[in-house]
């Protein structure tokens, strides 16, 4: 079973249209974040290092996808921001429309490595009218480096365990895991020490 699964994998991630599924998986991914994007990315990375793919196509059309789907969550935000809006909406829309002025690049490009937040981000950024000539090198900086860190864990673990790919799938996801679990660690005791400072 375990080598039927091997090869069934190994044989999709040979073909050419392995790069229209990552384009399309990182950009439906960036407005509806269901798609599992960052598991395809990894997985081609896992294989990238036996061979086949490459993994400079991989890292392209991953980060390609994802800088095309917040450009359409991007769209989305925006239209619905056009909407009439309570008193209290207009009073959230203005901090957050201060706070990307202030800090927007780095916060779209740290928002790119959080599922959800990626997806709330970019709508949030059209609905204010954060300025699409800003918000675009941000995202493009933003979806290259999760496009190459996504692909390149996989590549480790693929390395690893060249002879074993679902030993090298396990430790990439481990290792994509492990690291989102530092970065919320990280956030949540710079929340607790904000909140004790204040």
């Not at 399309?24 to 086949?52: H, K, N, R, Y």
């Not at 793919?53 to 991007?74: K, R, T």
């Not at 239209?79 to 990307?100: C, D, I, N, V, Y």
Request: aromatic share 10%.
């Amino acid at each position: 079973m375990n080598d039927w699964i091997v090869d069934t994998v190994e044989g999709a991630m040979g073909s050419p249209w392995v790069f229209a599924a990552l384009f399309a998986f990182a950009a439906i991914d960036g407005f509806f974040p269901l798609m599992p994007s960052e598991s395809l990315v990894i997985t081609a990375g896992v294989f990238a290092a036996t061979g086949a793919p490459d993994l400079a196509p991989v890292i392209a059309s991953a980060a390609a996808g994802a800088f095309a789907g917040d450009h359409v969550a991007y769209a989305i935000g925006r239209g619905a921001g056009s909407r009439r809006r309570s008193r209290k909406q207009a009073r959230l829309f203005t901090w957050a429309e201060g706070m990307l002025d202030r800090r927007g690049g780095m916060i779209l490009v740290v928002c790119r490595y959080i599922p959800g937040a990626r997806t709330a981000i970019t709508m949030t950024a059209g609905a204010v009218a954060y300025p699409l000539r800003r918000f675009s090198p941000f995202d493009a900086l933003a979806a290259v480096s999760w496009a190459a860190y996504s692909a390149l864990v996989g590549y480790v673990g693929g390395a690893a365990f060249e002879d074993d790919p679902i030993r090298g799938l396990v430790l990439g996801l481990g290792l994509a895991l492990a690291v989102a679990a530092l970065v919320e660690l990280v956030r949540h005791a710079r929340r607790r020490r904000m909140a004790a400072t204040r």
